[in-house]
Antibody
């Protein structure tokens, strides 16, 4: 059974950092492209970042809204994908989902507020 | 960036009737590899999105055959036949042909 479980959310101040983690199981993680998608309270879905697999040199891509502040990474030995979020803003407040496209995690809430 | 324009914003449908949602992209979603990376998701209240349709017209495993996707290039449609109570929620189209990937703004389906 495919499973994705996000952790690491919380309440942080503007300008601070947070690292989300997504633990996966039930599929061959190492050759799977992984994404982070977020959803601000009461709003629609926003794609955040993609990390490709080793065959694509772990290429990473970002939404313009997070480029230069967020970094997606992966550890194939642990079947985990991460999202390092720096210089957080109020507008980054959202539920963050880890997804491979067909399967999604339950999401983790990040609140940025002073 | 590719803009995904979804219509209508909301839809109220009687049980047993058909619903149709349109999604138009600002650029063709035909990839150089020959695939069209257009997906449809349903997000039920309080839940994570769930995949309904991939590659524009392929039903994902376990998805009812009441759901069908069609279209090519820049125009796509999701049809839900014989609407049931469990179909309520917000439907999103999503393109992953061009980076950055983008979602439509969503269509809220309500049951009359």
């Amino acid at each position: 059974e495919v499973q994705l479980v996000e952790t690491g959310g919380g309440l942080v101040r503007p300008g601070s950092s947070l690292k989300l983690s997504c633990a996966t199981s039930g599929f061959t993680f190492s050759n799977t492209w992984m994404n982070w998608v977020r959803q601000a309270p009461g709003k629609g879905l926003e794609w955040v970042a993609l990390i490709k697999d080793k065959y694509s040199n772990y290429e990473a891509n970002y939404a313009e809204s997070v480029k230069g502040r967020f970094t997606i990474s992966r550890d194939d030995s642990k079947s985990r994908v991460y999202l390092q979020m720096n210089t957080l803003r109020d507008q980054d407040t959202a539920t963050y989902y880890c997804t491979r496209g067909d399967y999604w995690g339950q999401g983790v809430m990040v609140t940025v507020s002073s | 960036d590719v803009v995904m324009t979804q219509t209508p914003v909301s839809l109220s449908v009687s049980l047993g009737n058909q619903a149709s949602i349109s999604c138009r992209s600002s650029q063709s979603l035909l990839h150089s590899d020959g695939n069209t990376y257009l997906s449809w998701y349903l997000q039920k209240p309080g839940q994570s999105p769930q995949l309904l349709i991939y590659l524009a017209s392929n039903r994902f495993s376990g998805v009812s055959n009441r759901f069908s996707g069609s279209g090519s290039g820049t125009d796509f449609t999701l049809k839900i036949s014989r609407v049931e109570p469990e179909d309520l929620g917000v439907y999103y189209c999503f393109q992953h042909t061009h980076l950055p990937f983008t979602f439509g703004s969503g269509t809220k389906l309500e049951i009359k």
